[in-house]
């Protein structure tokens, strides 16, 4: 099973810009598809962004599509969350997930990173 750290949130102004990490054990992590969650509190955990295991292929939740854009490393066994125009409703634990077949529900993944936060302030 890949196990999942990720880092580089933190607090940004409105506007600004974060890039967020997520290193990946095991050497069959180009073999799965990645994905981005968030959980905001009181909320349910939603889905982000996902990317296939060559890197072709990405899906974004309609809230941050043309502001953030996934990639992924094979080589470094790590994937990538850039986020631009940060607004605060964007506040939220990020987590990166990893699984075979992955999708749009947390429920679609089997391995999970134990989130970093993100913080924009208005």
């Known amino acids: 099973q890949v196990q999942l750290v990720e880092s580089g949130g933190g607090l940004v102004q409105a506007g600004g810009s974060l890039r967020l990490s997520c290193a990946a054990s095991?050497?069959?992590?180009?073999?799965?598809?990645m994905g981005w969650f968030r959980q905001a509190p009181g909320k349910e955990r939603e889905f982000v962004a996902a990317?296939?295991?060559?890197?072709?292929?990405?899906n974004y939740a309609d809230s941050v599509k043309g502001r953030f854009t996934i990639s992924r490393d094979n080589a470094k066994n790590t994937v990538y969350l850039q986020m631009n125009s940060l607004k605060p409703e964007d506040t939220a634990l990020y987590f990166c997930?990893?699984?075979?077949?992955?999708?749009?529900?947390?429920?679609?993944?089997?391995?999970w990173g134990q989130g970093t936060q993100v913080t924009v302030s208005s």
């Open positions: 997930a990893a699984d075979t077949i992955g999708g749009y529900y947390p429920t679609d993944y089997g391995a």
């Open positions: 095991g050497r069959t992590f180009s073999r799965y598809r």
């Open positions: 990317i296939t295991w060559s890197g072709g292929g990405t």
